[in-house]
């Protein structure tokens, strides 16, 4: 069974750092770019960052720049999701999903979601 399972998620005060895991299983996930995605309650969701399947490129949404970094580690199938100077803003569950070309993170089309994992920035 094809799956990405995120994890890492949890409570945080505002300034700290999470790192998440997105994990693939029954498929090798250096075929496919990864992005990461947010959705906060009573919003629309939010593309996080994508990176490329080499890892050799990354976008970020301009509300994450300088404060989050993907990467990924094909050897053990995972991409993460590094977060720093966490804001109350950023509090959402956060889902990651997989595509089978770079292109996937300009046109937004993947095949691949997991369930998402809950971030919670809070004092």
């Known amino acids: 069974q094809l799956q990405l399972v995120e994890s890492g998620g949890g409570l945080v005060q505002p300034g700290g750092s999470l790192r998440l895991s997105c994990a693939a299983s029954?498929?090798?996930?250096?075929?496919?770019?990864i992005a990461w995605f947010r959705q906060a309650p009573g919003k629309e969701r939010e593309g996080v960052s994508c990176?490329?399947?080499?890892?050799?490129?990354?976008n970020y949404a301009d509300s994450v720049k300088g404060r989050f970094t993907i990467s990924r580690d094909n050897a053990k199938n995972t991409v993460y999701l590094q977060m720093n100077s966490l804001k109350p803003e950023d509090t959402a569950v956060y889902y990651c999903?997989?595509?089978?070309?770079?292109?996937?993170?300009?046109?937004?089309?993947?095949?691949?979601w997991g369930q998402g994992t809950q971030v919670t920035v809070s004092s």
């Open positions: 990176i490329s399947r080499s890892g050799d490129s990354a």
């Open positions: 029954g498929f090798t996930l250096n075929y496919y770019a």
């Open positions: 999903a997989a595509g089978p070309s770079d292109y996937v993170c300009i046109s937004d089309e993947f095949d691949y």
